[in-house]
């Protein structure tokens, strides 16, 4: 059994997304999906950015954020965004730190609920693209339940179960996970083993084949540029 | 630009006493054998911290929650730090003496100085483990006068102003690249300048 661990709201796990499902039909698996909401501001501050250029003046940050905790946040999109051109992917920097918990519960809705795992692909695809285009509320109930209608999904019920058991089996698995030991994303647990960060595919898929010889390293999927 | 930090090589940022970066030393080094490309190996002894506990302290419901990230997390660099001695073949209790770590900074420091490129230098390096003392040869000048080398301070300064400010991380026709894992991305970088 192959558990991820993902968020609507991480850039490193929107790179590893397409990747990652390449391994149900590489290997004929279903990944056991799991959401994991970061709490950014407990690990790297807070920070907002307002766009106030229609006035003439600049765009101001405002937050709680360190010249090291910038450095960090920086290199985190500057590097995401260049393996997100890499697969054709448009990623644009979240103006504000969102808390993704209802994206988070409309994944563990969509899990229940979708009839296939293209829906469920569907709706994870569509939910990374558009948070990464701006065109996403993760912490706008409305707008899950439209992402889920989009792809097919029922949202018969999805009100309720948001506001109630959903939000409140997505607390506790947050709970749960940190006292595994998983706090980022993305997360991979398989054979007992914890590995976090996209680097770590080859390693997951070579726990999949049996392990065969020494484990292979560390290795961020580069797509070799193909001729117009 | 630094004269030593030429832009026809992919440099390498290590902190010598780091398993991580041993790690990155011993793969990179291979790979730049088998693909015939000039690596410079750098000592950078001055990390970034962790800009974690630059979060201002919070309520008591966040300072919990800080708390147990922050325990989650050393546990799973514990659990890295293994796996990468594992692959270096470095027992459990490894560990260089802070003097052995500087030996060996200066190592790197004054080889890539000294040599074309460090491919392959695995190796000869991992002799220097070996004996984990503070006795690390200081290599034989073949051309350069080591009187000119940069200090220590000066190459940490100098890769930081490029960008470079944790271990291990690669600088390579201007982008820098932070973990090991990059190697497919700074090979196509490589071709394409070539």
């Given at each position: 059994m192959l558990t991820v661990l993902t968020d609507f709201k991480s850039p490193y796990a929107f790179v590893a997304n397409d990747l990652i499902w390449a391994l149900e039909s590489r290997y004929g698996i279903e990944i056991n999906w799991l959401p994991l909401?970061?709490?950014?501001?407990?690990?790297?501050?807070?920070?907002?950015?307002?766009?106030?250029?229609a006035q003439g003046d600049k765009p101001q940050?405002?937050?709680?954020?360190?010249?090291?905790?910038?450095?960090?946040?920086?290199?985190?999109y500057m590097d995401a965004r260049r393996y997100a051109e890499n697969q054709g992917l448009t990623l644009k920097g979240p103006k504000t730190v969102w808390n993704s918990d209802m994206a988070c519960v409309g994944l563990l809705w969509a899990k229940e609920k979708s009839e296939s795992r293209a829906q469920l692909k569907s709706f994870m695809d569509s939910a990374f693209q558009r948070f990464f285009e701006r065109a996403f509320e993760v912490d706008n109930l409305d707008a899950v339940r439209a992402l889920l209608a989009s792809t097919g999904i029922t949202t018969s019920?999805?009100?309720?179960?948001?506001?109630?058991?959903?939000?409140a089996t997505h607390l506790e698995l947050q709970d749960a996970l940190l006292d595994q030991g998983c706090f980022g994303v993305p997360t991979f647990l398989i054979d007992d083993e914890i590995y976090f960060g996209r680097e770590h595919l080859a390693r997951v898929a070579w726990?999949?084949?049996?392990?065969?010889?020494?484990?292979?390293?560390?290795?961020?999927?580069?797509?070799?540029?193909?001729?117009? | 630009m630094r004269a030593w930090l030429i832009d026809e090589a992919v440099h390498l940022a290590v902190d010598p006493s780091d398993a991580e970066s041993l790690m990155a030393v011993k793969a990179a080094s291979a790979w730049a054998k088998e693909k015939d490309i000039t690596l410079k190996i750098w000592p950078l002894l001055r990390e970034l911290g962790n800009p974690a506990a630059d979060v201002p302290i919070g309520d008591s419901q966040m300072e919990r929650l800080k708390a147990r990230r922050a325990k989650a997390r050393a546990q799973y660099r514990a659990l890295e730090?293994?796996?990468?001695?594992?692959?270096?073949?470095?027992?459990?209790?490894?560990?260089?003496?802070?003097?052995s770590a500087k030996a060996l900074a200066i190592w790197l420091r004054d080889t890539s100085l000294c040599r074309a490129s460090m491919?392959?230098?695995?190796?000869?390096?991992?002799?220097?483990l070996d004996t984990g003392s503070e006795s690390i040869a200081r290599p034989q000048p073949a051309e350069d006068n080591l009187d000119g080398a940069p200090s220590l301070d000066q190459v940490s300064e100098a890769l930081g102003e490029r960008g470079l400010y944790t271990t291990p991380a690669f600088l390579v026709g201007g982008h820098v690249l932070i973990g090991i894992g990059h190697l497919p991305l700074i090979e196509a970088i490589w071709l394409a300048k070539a």
């Open positions: 909401s970061l709490n950014i501001a407990s690990f790297a501050g807070s920070a907002t950015k307002t766009d106030t250029r940050t405002q937050g709680n954020r360190s010249a090291r905790q910038w450095a960090v946040i920086r290199y985190a019920g999805f009100t309720e179960y948001a506001q109630g058991e959903g939000m726990h999949l084949e049996g392990c065969p010889g020494a484990p292979p390293i560390k290795c961020y999927p580069w797509l070799p540029e193909t001729a117009e | 730090d293994r796996r990468a001695r594992d692959y270096v073949g470095l027992p459990s209790t490894f560990g260089l003496s802070p003097q491919a392959g230098i695995w190796p000869e390096l991992s002799e220097h």
